[in-house]
């Protein structure tokens, strides 16, 4: 995965637009399907709870929503979301392994030094398009103590694309 520059604006607007329409879509298929549901299958007597039926239909609005989502993805109007998301998923990826890679990154493991390179650079991307400021200066200092390690093994991190691939080492 390649490092790409982002407009914060289209990402922020693109993004706030596909929840809010999730989300009111999940909704009203959900209570149109369990209505419809109770409407076909409920009993007709007074106190029973239809609750199972609601359930049904809240499943497979759910299941309906995600599969619109799915197919959109491919959509240029998801670009920006799906860039995030898919940036966000290799980062989870590299975190569940950050234990064993940080310690080789220190010891000027040069494989170890570009993941963690590209962790930082990605992780400082994502907390600025989603305004995630509180932690930047940790960040910050911690992708300094990387580059300062590269420094001192005589190494240039300018990396900005990473494959998954290299994780397997670890």
């Known amino acids: 995965m390649t490092l790409t520059d982002i407009n914060k604006d289209i990402?922020?607007?693109?993004?706030?637009v596909v929840i809010v329409s999730f989300v009111l879509g999940f909704a009203i298929l959900s209570l149109a399907i369990g209505q419809l549901l109770i409407s076909q299958f409920g009993s007709a007597t007074e106190g029973e709870s239809n609750f199972t039926f609601n359930l049904i239909g809240v499943a497979i609005g759910l299941a309906?929503?995600?599969?619109i989502l799915s197919r959109c993805r491919q959509h240029p109007y998801?670009?920006?979301?799906?860039?995030?998301?898919?940036?966000?998923?290799?980062q989870n990826a590299i975190y569940r392994k950050v234990a064993k890679?940080?310690?080789?990154?220190?010891e000027?493991?040069?494989?170890?030094?570009?993941?963690?390179?590209f962790y930082y650079r990605s992780l400082a991307q994502v907390y600025q398009l989603d305004n995630n400021t509180l932690t930047m200066n940790e960040l910050e200092s911690n992708h300094q103590i990387i580059k300062d390690?590269?420094?001192?093994?005589?190494?240039?991190?300018?990396?900005?694309?990473?494959?998954?691939a290299v994780l397997s080492q670890f």
């Not at 309906?64 to 599969?67: P, T």
């Not at 390690?149 to 998954?164: G, H, I, P, V, W």
Request: aromatic residues 14%.
């Open 108 to 117: 000027g493991d040069v494989t170890a030094l570009q993941i963690m390179d």
């Open 78 to 90: 998801f670009k920006e979301i799906y860039y995030v998301w898919q940036l966000k998923q290799l």
């Open 11 to 16: 990402y922020r607007k693109h993004l706030n």
């Open 64 to 67: 309906i929503s995600a599969f």
């Open 101 to 106: 890679i940080k310690p080789k990154a220190m």
């Open 149 to 164: 390690k590269a420094e001192q093994y005589r190494m240039t991190l300018t990396q900005t694309s990473f494959d998954k």
